[in-house]
């Protein structure tokens, strides 16, 4: 399912006109669609259920809280990686015995909320974090949930920076030295108790082979760990990649689970069928913590053209978002379709840059991209940004946050009211 397609005309979430919502609400707006969310996540419970498995969402990729109830009322775990995100899923409605809470920098702060709100595990990415944990533990006379973050040394043939399950990597520890941190975790680390293993190899993955590689090289550690320490989950980390190249139909897991083998390397279908039976037979508890995969087709940022400027070596299509409001272009060279929110009549393209307003040349939706020739007052939908979208915008150059809605069929919410001004300046002398 994927909620955007055109109807008469115009773009469409769901049951919900865009320009309508851009017109009411005002533009840059992120806009969600409840039911593609909904359908990604149960997709991916189903192509599980051969295993004992949970799916826990990682909440960096959107952490608004109405995302976030969507996914609780759905029996949803959750992969936090802060204090922040952690207060974010209860006021929401989550269980944080469901939360597992990953990172390489937890403070003790985080580390005491955490533990007084009973979370599932820490997943800890060095020997010294997990020392530390067992210090606090003892301190507030608990025993803390653990596991450790294998890094397995597998190339996830990611962009660089998405790129997370290699030795140069900062996360984890290295394959080899789990073994015996384990065991001097069950010798000398009394307020620990070790609950499972964790991996996570990079995001957007567009291949099962990296996935298939990982968990071949780490299972009979997990076996081990088991037999050795009575774990009870492994957790093999989020990382499926989204179509983020092609038409809105393209973009649609149903149009892509459609695909032969060939065309579409990597599904829930697939991802199910080749992972569950490597994992059924140890006999652990399964997580996995999308993020991307559940939210990333499911928003999109509508943005209006404010002027064309003709360059003398370029077209530039001035809109309204800048990188403040969705940074991956910048950051990650990453390509978000742009789609006019009115059908074009012909399939006439121009090669344009489309730029924001921000005082950066990195400040660039695309670049010498052939696109519908929009207009200024024209509003364009930049696709595929419901995930690592509004929860990466900041105020740069002083822009006040957009506005996120969530459309449930024919019924759209505010989840996120636009920043004011005042809200601008909160909290500074
Ligand atoms: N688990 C761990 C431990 C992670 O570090 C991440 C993502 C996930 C799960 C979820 O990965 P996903 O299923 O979403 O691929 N801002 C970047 C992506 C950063 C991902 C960081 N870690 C982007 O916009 O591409």
Redesign the pocket.
């Known amino acids: 399912m994927h909620g955007f397609s055109y109807k008469n005309g115009s773009l469409y979430c769901e049951d919900v006109d865009l320009a309508t919502l851009a017109t009411e609400y005002g533009t840059p707006l992120y806009v969600y669609s409840a039911g593609t969310i909904l359908d990604h996540y149960r997709r991916l419970d189903a192509a599980l259920a051969g295993v004992n498995h949970e799916v826990a969402y990682?909440v960096?990729?959107n952490s608004n809280l109405s995302v976030l109830r969507l996914l609780a009322n759905e029996g949803a775990g959750f992969?936090i990686?802060s204090g922040g995100e952690l207060y974010r899923v209860i006021k929401a409605g989550g269980d944080p015995a469901h939360c597992t809470f990953?990172?390489v920098g937890k403070t003790r702060d985080e580390i005491v909320y955490a533990l007084e709100q009973g979370i599932y595990s820490f997943?800890v990415e060095s020997e010294e974090e997990l020392r530390y944990l067992n210090e606090v533990a003892g301190e507030l006379g608990v025993i803390a949930p653990a596991a450790v973050?294998v890094n397995p040394n597998v190339d996830a043939h990611t962009?660089k920076?998405?790129s997370?399950g290699k030795s140069e990597n900062k996360?984890g520890v290295d394959f080899g030295a789990i073994a015996g941190l384990y065991e001097r975790a069950a010798a000398e680390m009394p307020n620990i108790r070790m609950r499972g293993l964790?991996m996570?190899i990079?995001?957007?993955?567009t291949s099962i082979a990296p996935f298939i590689e990982a968990v071949e090289k780490v299972a009979p550690l997990a076996r081990e760990l088991k037999e050795r320490h009575g774990i009870e989950f492994w957790?093999i980390?989020?990382?499926?990649?989204i179509i983020y190249k092609g038409s809105l139909e393209s973009g649609s897991v149903e149009w892509w689970e459609s695909q032969t083998d060939e065309e579409r390397p990597l599904t829930t279908v697939r991802y199910g069928a080749e992972l569950v039976p490597r994992l059924k037979e140890l006999g652990l508890k399964i997580l996995v913590?999308?993020?991307?995969?559940?939210v990333?087709n499911a928003g999109v940022l509508l943005t209006r053209c404010l002027f064309e400027k003709k360059g003398a070596a370029k077209t530039f299509k001035i809109v309204d978002a800048g990188m403040n409001d969705l940074?991956?272009p910048a950051?990650?060279e990453?390509h978000h379709e742009i789609v006019p929110l009115k059908q074009p009549a012909t399939d006439a393209r121009v090669t344009v840059d489309v730029v924001g307003p921000i005082c950066e040349s990195g400040d660039f939706f695309c670049q010498n991209r052939e696109l519908p020739d929009f207009q200024p007052g024209d509003t364009v939908a930049l696709m595929s940004a419901g995930?690592?979208g509004f929860v990466?915008a900041s105020n740069y150059n002083s822009r006040p946050l957009p506005a996120e809605i969530l459309v449930e069929g024919s019924t759209s919410t505010v989840v996120r009211k636009r920043q004011s001004l005042d809200d601008l300046i909160d909290g500074e002398l």
């Open positions: 990682a960096k990729a992969d990686v990953a990172g997943n973050r962009h920076y998405i997370t996360f964790q996570h990079g995001s957007q993955l957790s980390g989020g990382g499926i990649g913590e999308p993020g991307r995969f559940i990333g940074i991956r950051l990650y990453g995930a690592y990466m």
